[in-house]
């Protein structure tokens, strides 16, 4: 249960900014944006499939 009203909410929306990323360029900025999460293999996005062999969920 949330106890905070609804024009609270509001205010905090109204002053939320998204946080600066971590990095503009580099390894950094390439692993924020580019790799998927550890249940989808933990690899770079732009790589999936290019290998030609599917890796089975019973190899990891």
Known sequence: TLHVDD???ER????W???RP???RGW???YCER???ADRGADLDFLVGSSGHEVPRESH
């Open 22 to 24: 971590h990095s503009d």
């Open 35 to 37: 790799v998927l999460q």
């Open 12 to 15: 905090r929306r109204a002053e």
């Open 7 to 9: 024009a609270e909410l």
């Open 28 to 30: 950094v900025r390439l």
């Open 17 to 19: 900014a998204a946080p």
